[in-house]
């Protein structure tokens, strides 16, 4: 596999777009996960979803960022 060089920092919020296009997934599957629990997101303003990339790289290596009830060491980051 190929690595993919992105134009954001682990730590910045992205668009559902550009996650999507980073798992290879469809908005509503990421909506879904979403719900699930797999992965956190926050809105803007507009009420546009938000993920962190460390997040979404995390998920599409196959480990949910957020397991039993923890966040990932990048939310923590950006909470703080």
């Known amino acids: 596999m190929s690595q993919t060089t992105h134009r954001y920092s682990a730590d910045e919020r992205i668009p559902i777009g550009e996650a999507t296009r980073i798992l ?44 039993n009830g923890h966040d990932s060491p990048a939310s923590k980051r950006v909470a703080s």
């Open 24 to 67: 290879g997934v469809a908005a509503n599957t990421l909506r879904r996960w979403e719900a699930e629990g797999k992965i956190k997101s926050t809105r803007t303003p507009g009420n546009q979803r938000r993920y962190l990339l460390g997040d979404v790289e995390a998920l599409a290596a196959g480990d949910s960022p957020v397991a």
